[in-house]
């Protein structure tokens, strides 16, 4: 008759489980910490338009004393679009409970 220790056992037997899950890995996405959020008005439609106004041009007219006024600058505006998309999934998850004892009896 063969003697049973620990070694004989196969491998899964030989694990310990932890009843508590461990915490989920979360990317650090950086490039979401300076974004503008912005909220959709509900019912408004799908679409978020933004504007900004381009850069100005350089001042190339000194100021002086002589009290001239320098010729004005136009701003020039740009919209911009914005269509929101929605990504997400789902998972099945099936697991099996032992309700009541946590015992495992074999006859």
């Keep these: 008759m063969a003697i049973v220790s620990t070694t004989n056992f196969p491998s899964p037997t030989q694990i310990a489980w932890s009843e508590k ?11 979401g910490t300076l974004a503008m959020q912005k909220k ?9 338009r933004m504007s900004r106004t381009n850069r100005l041009a350089n001042a190339m007219v000194p100021l002086g004393p ?16 914005v269509r929101p998309q929605f990504f997400g999934s789902h998972m099945l998850l099936n697991e099996q409970c032992t ?6 009896w074999v006859n």
Excluded at 21 to 29: D, K, Q, T
């Design 66 to 81: 002589s009290g001239i006024t320098p010729p004005p600058v136009t701003m020039s505006r740009v919209d911009i679009d």
């Design 40 to 48: 959709m008005p509900a019912n408004h439609g799908y679409i978020l």
């Design 99 to 104: 309700l009541g004892s946590t015992e495992a």
């Design 21 to 31: 899950f461990l915490a989920i890995a979360v990317p650090n996405l950086i490039h």
